[in-house]
């Protein structure tokens, strides 16, 4: 009886896709699986060369891929070939991406990668650490200077990332991994997941409802450094009251979100908090567009004017697990006119992804000096629109991939129709605004023709005069 090689080491836990321990990739030696997911698997690795533990992501993804005699990987049919090779091609220029950030303390290290065994691997600094999202489950909220010892370094990450013309798009708290001694490092980026799945459509888009924002949603949506804030003040709305944002989809219409600056009054700075709320602010024009922007608010050094109501504070946020006081109402929100909007203690490693190629450019603001009244119709409609798509994104990272599929499908055909209504706002504005043009030319054509007559009848009176005299 020949030995399974595709089944691995634990009596609990069997992973029959995976490699078996003691599997031999060059100078590295697999110990066991960290985690598993649609995209690849993730094994913790002996370096023999340096004596040194490693993690191993491995590239198979289980749409398009299988494998064969217990370790080749290869498409899953011949219709599958190119999508399993552009995505190889990705996770390849990922991995060389990632090396470039070696120095910065705060991002997942890339050691060494390499292609073997029909696929790719990434080798990767093995983080000893605990997810955030553990360390809230148990202590949330934590206090602002520590959330701020938590994002600050992150944001100092990111601004490397984003100016390599990267995006994380996954950032969550089960994303940061807190070291022992306290720092914070940001894991689970995949950019070739990323781009397979805009490519083929056959893997669903990676995004976690709660910290992913509304443009994550569309296929068209406008996504860059702004995308990424959303995501990091989403798990900072997480450490102050101890519960994620509503998914971004819910919060078009009637936003159902209690603002930072009132769930967290009395505890942490206003200043601190209105930077937490700007960064969730639905719309991404309305959000920072940098980390440094965004940075300077978290800081005090770009000044926010807090918003005044007569809103009463809610109590402390109880902690997780504890019996939770009397929920306080929300105060009422302003909705934005059209030209507003534009768990293991060992380290987890996933397929989260990261956007390689130019960063998209916010959008633009409306030009100035025309009527809004077709926008305002534009803009009742997007919202209409917009309260019908909430309910249909009850989104879980449970949901079977078909049903994910449908309900981006049904985003997509909701941002369309906006559009589409955006349009038709716009063409009727040109068409009033053209019509405006003519009367007025009309106006002054017949101004002109009554002023020529005029002139002629006083140089007939004129001469009359002459002549009788």
Do not use: C
């Not at 836990?13 to 993730?42: M, N, P, R, W």
């Not at 914070?184 to 070739?192: Q, R, S």
């Not at 603002?259 to 908090?273: D, I, K, M, W």
């Amino acid at each position: 009886m020949t030995e399974d090689k595709t089944k691995i080491a634990s009596e609990h836990d069997e992973h029959f896709v995976a490699l078996h321990s003691g599997f031999k990739l060059g100078k590295y030696e697999l110990q066991a699986v960290l985690g598993q997911g649609g995209f690849g698997i993730t094994y913790k690795a002996w370096d023999g060369a340096l004596n040194r533990a490693v993690a191993i992501k491995e590239y198979l993804p289980s749409d398009v891929a299988v494998r064969v005699d217990g370790s080749t990987v290869r498409a899953r049919s011949r219709n599958d070939q190119e999508s399993f090779q552009w995505g190889l091609e990705r996770f390849l220029e990922e991995a060389r991406a990632l090396a470039r950030f070696e120095a910065t303390q705060s991002i997942v290290r890339v050691y060494d990668y390499m292609q073997d065994n029909g696929t790719a691997y990434m080798v990767m600094a093995l983080i000893e650490g605990t997810p955030l999202s553990s360390v809230y489950r148990r202590e949330a909220p934590l206090s602002e200077e520590r959330l701020k010892a938590i994002v600050l370094p992150i944001l100092d990450g990111l601004d490397d990332v984003h100016a390599a013309g990267f995006l994380h798009r996954d950032i969550k708290p089960a994303n940061i991994l807190i070291r022992p001694n306290g720092s914070p490092v940001l894991i689970d980026f995949g950019a070739a997941r990323n781009a397979l799945g805009e490519k083929s459509r056959s893997i669903t888009s990676v995004f976690t409802p709660g910290y992913a924002p509304f443009e994550q949603y569309t296929s068209s949506g406008k996504q860059g450094p702004w995308t990424d804030i959303y995501a990091l003040a989403a798990t900072l709305y997480y450490g102050v009251t101890g519960k994620a944002p509503p998914q971004a989809t819910d919060r078009i219409r009637e936003d159902p979100m209690l603002p930072a600056v009132h769930a967290g009054s009395g505890r942490y700075s206003p200043q601190f908090l209105a930077s937490i709320d700007r960064g969730l602010e639905v719309f991404e024009n309305r959000r920072p567009q940098s980390i440094g922007q965004w940075r300077d608010m978290l800081t005090g050094a770009t000044t926010l004017a807090v918003p005044q109501t007569n809103y009463t504070a809610p109590p402390p946020v109880q902690a997780y697990g504890s019996a939770p006081n009397s929920q306080p109402s929300r105060p009422p929100t302003a909705v934005p006119t059209l030209n507003e909007m534009g768990q293991p203690s060992q380290a987890t490693y996933g397929q989260g992804p990261i956007s390689q190629g130019p960063l998209n450019q916010g959008p633009q603001s409306q030009a100035p000096g025309k009527s809004r009244l077709p926008l305002i119709a534009a803009a009742a409609a997007f919202i209409l629109i917009g309260g019908g798509a909430a309910a249909f994104f009850a989104l879980s990272p449970s949901s079977e991939r078909a049903a994910e599929e449908t309900v981006q499908q049904r985003a997509q055909r909701l941002a369309d129709e906006a559009k589409r209504a955006a349009d038709q706002a716009r063409q009727a504005q040109d068409a009033a605004e053209a019509e405006m043009k003519k009367r007025a030319e009309q106006e002054a054509a017949q101004k002109a023709a009554e002023q020529v007559r005029r002139q002629q009848d006083a140089e007939l009176a004129r001469q009359a005069e002459q002549a009788r005299r």
